[in-house]
């Protein structure tokens, strides 16, 4: 028996409670794993909203918050390969268990060793942030040298696009709060505050004929300020907003497999990914951490410690 944060309806955070859930088991391709940490994700609270039912409309309630985790190994199904009882590991709960949780289910595809050197609270960042990151930027395939504006550049993909850009060398331009100006020029970015005004006259003059690339990670009318900077309409691309496709745009295409996991752990073992994690926190504290998260003023990653 597990204690988890979770829902039993979709709706705001008023929905929100925890309640004790029975260990469950692996099914075939999954593990069951001991969460040791748990990122916290936009993805997490827009679940819960019932605003992208495709991904969870069909688990029955109550449903647990989180989708991406780090922990040990506690048991695999018949058919899993590469992983075994006592591996530490990342992965997604792709299979609806959730991760704001004691133990969980992850599929076992998209699971993968963590490296010895790695520790469980960074482990933890790497399936949403890290990935979709790198699903970025791979899907864009930039040479180096070329511009890339990231919208929203203080958040957790956002930092993450912004260091994984730096390394295939490209120049990046980021808007955010002035609260994340440090974190984002840290990575060699330049930093346009979206609160001093005029924030697309001020990108037009960095970039006049546009930026070869525009990775956008807010939505709404922040994203239709920015999309006409993009040099051309397939070179803007979304990490949470399916209407970037009404602006000539597109979402970017997930993985959600083995290999990015394990690409990225090399990345933060290798010093060339720093997940930012400005803060952790015990699950007891899980909903402080997350309403900071739908606030949209969370600097950097924020992450659940099961151990505190």
């Known amino acids: 028996m597990s204690t988890a944060l979770g ?12 309640f004790d859930r029975p260990d469950p088991s692996p099914g075939p391709a999954e593990v069951l794993i001991r969460v040791a940490a748990a990122g916290i994700n936009p993805l997490d609270h827009q679940l819960r909203s019932g605003y992208i039912r495709e991904l969870n409309g069909h688990v029955p309630f109550p449903q647990v918050l989180g989708m991406e985790a780090a922990g040990t190994v506690l048991a695999v199904g018949d058919e899993v390969t590469g ?20 133990t969980t289910l992850l599929l076992a595809e998209s699971t993968a060793r963590i490296p010895d050197a790695l520790p469980e609270t960074w482990a933890a960042t790497i399936p949403v942030a890290g990935t979709t990151a790198l699903d970025v930027l791979d899907q864009l395939a930039l040479p180096a040298g070329a511009s890339l ?9 956002g930092i993450a696009v912004a260091q994984i850009a730096r390394d ?18 840290r990575t060699g970015a330049t930093f346009v505050d979206y609160t001093a005004g005029d924030v697309v006259g001020r990108l ?35 990490v949470g907003e399916p209407s970037v496709t009404e602006l000539g745009g597109v979402p970017v ?29 015990p699950l007891a504290r899980a909903e402080e951490a997350l309403a900071l998260v739908e606030s949209h003023h969370a600097p950097g990653k924020l992450v659940l410690d099961m151990r505190l």
Do not use: W
Request: overall charge neutral.
């Open 7 to 18: 829902y039993r309806t979709f709706g705001a955070a008023d929905v929100q409670e925890f």
């Open 83 to 102: 992983l075994a009882v006592g591996d530490r590991v990342t992965g997604f709960a792709l299979t609806g268990a959730g991760t704001y949780v004691g």
């Open 149 to 157: 504006l990231v919208n929203g550049i203080g958040g957790g993909v």
């Open 168 to 185: 295939r060398g490209l120049v990046v331009v980021g808007t955010g709060s002035a609260a994340k100006r440090d974190l984002a020029t």
């Open 204 to 238: 037009r003059a960095q970039a006049p004929d546009g930026f070869d690339a525009v990775v956008d990670t807010v939505g709404g009318d922040s994203l239709r300020g920015v999309a006409p900077l993009a040099a051309k309409p397939d070179a803007l691309v979304s």
């Open 253 to 281: 295409h997930r993985r959600l497999d083995r290999s990015g996991l394990e690409r990225v752990a090399a990345l933060m073992v290798t010093g060339r990914l720093d997940p930012n994690i400005t803060a952790t926190y």
